[in-house]
């Protein structure tokens, strides 16, 4: 009996060698997903990979490290609304700044920390021209501010001191100013858990410390979307391509401006798809509209390449999401084109060796050379016979020389006998020589 006890105790004893983590305490999982740069549609499909990365692998908490002056409210909602469906453990970890849309997408994280420098706020909505949009804009990005503080059960009224100057907030800000907190600040007010220098004391503020952490990194493709979504390089790149294109409509062939042009037109559709903007229907359009522009070579008319330019100018709609921001870009876009042609054109038409290929700086004037064509006024009075009828022109023949004229009548028989009376040019009128004979008789 001894026996087997001992012979059980050692086959237990040997197991749990050979399972030496048997027992310990499971480690965590976690991802951090790095928020840098401007908040714009590029972002979101970047954050959307990278959290749906971390549910699919069981991560027990995600760490997004910010460091963002702000930028688009559409695409800092849409970020808001994805982090808000995930049912993994979230903290935002202000590195530097979480600042306008960045404060906002924070507040849809379960929790803050800040490092000792970071600031976060000053989250008012500005247009495209830098100024403070609407009184629409703005009640609606109170309201979504608000919404997003209650959701983490913080002060909304700060959230909103933060979206407008005029909540007034004595003891945190001046009058009329928009509200920034400092570190120190947002945890006394309960918009930070904790005031960390890195990740590593993040995590052991949480009670993770010896996670395993997965730092999730951008693609080449959704960087370059980053940049080409962004609303400043937008109407640069339709600028490129506009001016690519009109410069090569005067360029015999297929040559260097063409090609920038369709670049620039392939990375804008490029970026937007990888972004999740732009769909299969707006790619199809852009081609068919090429087809179309293309086909007015061959065809004359105009119509096809009216419709052709619409369905390419149809189709950049489409791809972008605010259809007045793009229509803005796609204004200024043409404008600038018009802009450097003319700069081009008139600056450096007859500078530089490279236009002077492609543009018409000489004249065909008398003064070098050049005739428009030969004034025979050496027929005038000069008498032949029309080998053709005159309808009212024809040929005739005059010194044994063919030559197109003009009747002076509305119609001239064939073997009539006539005069030169007129020379016009290249128009040489012609009058039958016996009517004029007993005209000159009555005369």
Same mark, same amino acid.
């Given at each position: 009996?001894?026996?087997?006890?001992?012979?059980?105790?050692?086959?237990?004893?040997?197991?749990?060698?050979?399972?030496?983590?048997?027992?310990?305490?499971?480690?965590?999982?976690?991802?951090?997903?790095?928020?840098?740069?401007?908040?714009?549609?590029?972002?979101?499909?970047?954050?959307?990979?990278?959290?749906?990365?971390?549910?699919?692998?069981?991560?027990?908490?995600?760490?997004?490290?910010?460091?963002?002056?702000?930028?688009?409210?559409?695409?800092?909602?849409?970020?808001?609304?994805?982090?808000?469906?995930?049912?993994?453990?979230?903290?935002?970890?202000?590195?530097?700044?979480? /600042?306008?849309?960045?404060?906002?997408?924070?507040?849809?994280?379960?929790?803050?920390?800040?490092?000792?420098?970071?600031?976060?706020?000053?989250?008012?909505?500005?247009?495209?021209?830098?100024?403070?949009?609407?009184?629409?804009?703005?009640?609606?990005?109170?309201?979504?501010?608000?919404?997003?503080?209650?959701?983490?059960?913080?002060?909304?009224?700060?959230?909103?001191?933060?979206?407008?100057?005029?909540?007034?907030?004595?003891?945190?800000?001046?009058?009329?100013?928009?509200?920034?907190?400092?570190?120190?600040?947002?945890?006394?007010?309960?918009?930070?858990?904790?005031?960390?220098?890195?990740?590593?004391?993040?995590?052991?503020?949480?009670?993770?410390?010896?996670?395993?952490?997965?730092?999730?990194?951008?693609?080449?493709?959704?960087?370059?979307?980053?940049?080409?979504?962004?609303?400043?390089?937008?109407?640069?790149?339709?600028?490129?391509?506009?001016?690519?294109?009109?410069?090569?409509?005067?360029?015999?062939?297929?040559?260097?401006?063409?090609?920038?042009?369709?670049?620039?037109?392939?990375?804008?559709?490029?970026?937007?798809?990888?972004?999740?903007?732009?769909?299969?229907?707006?790619?199809?359009?852009?081609?068919?509209?090429?087809?179309?522009?293309?086909?007015?070579?061959?065809?004359?008319?105009? /119509?096809?390449?009216?419709?052709?330019?619409?369905?390419?100018?149809?189709?950049?709609?489409?791809?972008?999401?605010?259809?007045?921001?793009?229509?803005?870009?796609?204004?200024?876009?043409?404008?600038?084109?018009?802009?450097?042609?003319?700069?081009?054109?008139?600056?450096?038409?007859?500078?530089?060796?490279?236009?002077?290929?492609?543009?018409?700086?000489?004249?065909?004037?008398?003064?070098?050379?050049?005739?428009?064509?030969?004034?025979?006024?050496?027929?005038?009075?000069?008498?032949?016979?029309?080998?053709?009828?005159?309808?009212?022109?024809?040929?005739?023949?005059?010194?044994?020389?063919?030559?197109?004229?003009?009747?002076?009548?509305?119609?001239?028989?064939?073997?009539?006998?006539?005069?030169?009376?007129?020379?016009?040019?290249?128009?040489?009128?012609?009058?039958?020589?016996?009517?004029?004979?007993?005209?000159?008789?009555?005369?």
């Amino acid at each position: 009996m001894k026996k087997i006890t001992a012979a059980i105790f050692l086959l237990a004893a040997g197991f749990f060698l050979l399972m030496p983590g048997w027992g310990a305490a499971k480690q965590h999982n976690v991802y951090v997903i790095p928020i840098q740069n401007d908040v714009e549609k590029g972002l979101y499909a970047f954050l959307d990979r990278a959290i749906s990365t971390a549910e699919e692998n069981g991560a027990d908490l995600i760490v997004f490290e910010m460091n963002t002056p702000g930028g688009a409210v559409d695409a800092a909602r849409d970020i808001g609304n994805r982090i808000a469906r995930t049912d993994t453990r979230t903290v935002t970890f202000v590195h530097s700044w979480a /600042i306008s849309a960045g404060s906002y997408i924070a507040l849809h994280t379960d929790e803050i920390y800040m490092a000792p420098n970071a600031v976060m706020g000053a989250a008012a909505v500005i247009d495209q021209s830098g100024n403070t949009a609407g009184e629409k804009a703005e009640s609606m990005w109170l309201a979504a501010m608000e919404g997003a503080a209650k959701k983490s059960g913080r002060d909304p009224e700060i959230a909103k001191a933060m979206a407008s100057g005029k909540v007034d907030l004595p003891a945190l800000k001046e009058k009329g100013k928009l509200l920034t907190l400092e570190a120190d600040q947002a945890l006394k007010v309960g918009y930070s858990e904790g005031t960390v220098k890195d990740i590593d004391e993040l995590l052991a503020k949480v009670g993770m410390p010896d996670a395993k952490v997965h730092t999730v990194e951008t693609t080449f493709a959704e960087s370059l979307a980053r940049i080409i979504t962004n609303p400043v390089v937008i109407p640069i790149l339709l600028t490129i391509a506009s001016l690519g294109l009109v410069l090569e409509m005067y360029t015999p062939g297929f040559g260097i401006p063409g090609f920038m042009g369709l670049t620039a037109l392939l990375l804008f559709f490029y970026g937007h798809y990888v972004a999740g903007l732009a769909g299969y229907e707006a790619l199809l359009l852009f081609v068919l509209g090429l087809i179309l522009i293309a086909a007015e070579f061959f065809v004359a008319g105009g /119509i096809l390449g009216i419709l052709g330019a619409a369905a390419v100018v149809g189709s950049m709609l489409l791809a972008g999401q605010n259809v007045v921001h793009m229509a803005t870009s796609l204004a200024i876009a043409l404008l600038l084109a018009a802009i450097f042609m003319i700069i081009l054109v008139k600056v450096f038409g007859k500078r530089m060796k490279l236009f002077k290929k492609f543009i018409l700086t000489d004249s065909t004037s008398t003064e070098s050379g050049y005739v428009s064509n030969v004034n025979r006024l050496e027929l005038i009075g000069k008498k032949g016979i029309a080998v053709t009828p005159l309808r009212p022109s024809g040929t005739v023949i005059i010194d044994e020389e063919r030559i197109d004229v003009v009747a002076e009548g509305s119609f001239i028989e064939k073997n009539t006998d006539v005069k030169v009376v007129k020379v016009e040019g290249s128009r040489i009128v012609v009058r039958p020589v016996q009517g004029m004979d007993k005209k000159e008789e009555t005369n």
